[in-house]
């Protein structure tokens, strides 16, 4: 059980364009998904708080205009890197809290953008 | 100063050795500690979770000094597969279950 998924895997794109990655919890409904992103030999860095149906909770120097989440359900958040350039490559990870553990966060596998 | 200091590392062992890390934290009203495993190009998986009691799985052992804000993890008989980065997370003291990594210490064990 707990089991969240993300798509892409990984994704290459242009500088400019757009991407969007979703974050899904298969077998039960999220309260709560996070976002971070991971830049290579560092640790994870939250970027947003993401509560079902209403406006995500962005950290110190994340714009909100830039990387846009959506949590329209229990088990569905997406985020969209919007005008990418290549120093938005990195490993983006989500990951759902819910269900009985409500402490417990579980990760999703990432998402790798890079862009060109 | 970061709010989750670990010694990045790396840790190279023989296999079947003891290791330790350690980790403080800056917050002291934080509430929860754990341990994460990572492995390269993959997602932090959660390791086990840290007791103000000190708590044991199997090979691994985990210590918690709130007094000195210090985490540790202990890994002994070490096998080739536990060779990974050991993230020290500590949650924020708020009700928003926001988790704080460290920048992980990375563990190599070799044959």
């Known amino acids: 059980g707990a089991v969240v998924s993300q798509h892409p895997s990984w994704v290459i794109c242009k500088s400019g364009t757009s991407v969007k990655i979703e974050c899904r919890s298969l077998d039960f409904q999220a309260t709560t998904m996070f976002w971070y992103r991971q830049f290579p030999k560092q640790s994870l860095m939250l970027m947003a708080t993401?509560?079902?149906?209403?406006?995500?909770?962005?950290e110190q120097g994340v714009e909100k205009d830039k990387f846009l989440i959506n949590h329209a359900s229990l088990t569905l958040s997406t985020l969209t890197v919007t005008s990418a350039h290549p120093e938005d490559s990195s490993f983006y990870i989500c990951?759902?809290?819910?269900?009985?553990?409500?402490?417990?966060?579980?990760f999703g596998p990432g998402t790798r953008l890079t862009v060109l | 100063r970061k709010e989750v200091e670990q010694d990045p590392g790396p840790f190279n062992v023989p296999e079947g050795a003891t290791v330790a890390f350690n980790c403080t934290y800056s917050n002291s009203a934080s509430q929860s500690f754990f341990w994460y495993r990572q492995d390269c190009r993959k997602e932090p998986k959660l390791l086990m979770s840290v007791y103000s009691s000190g708590n044991e799985d199997g090979r691994f052992t985990a210590q918690l000094n709130r007094a000195s804000q210090y985490i540790s993890l202990l890994i002994r008989d070490s096998k080739l597969s536990d060779s990974a980065t050991y993230l020290c997370v500590v949650n924020t003291e708020d009700s928003s279950y926001k988790l704080i990594f460290g920048s992980g210490t990375r563990l190599l064990v070799r044959p």
């Open positions: 990951s759902a809290r819910g269900g009985l553990a409500v402490d417990t966060q579980y």
């Open positions: 993401s509560n079902e149906g209403s406006k995500a909770t962005y």
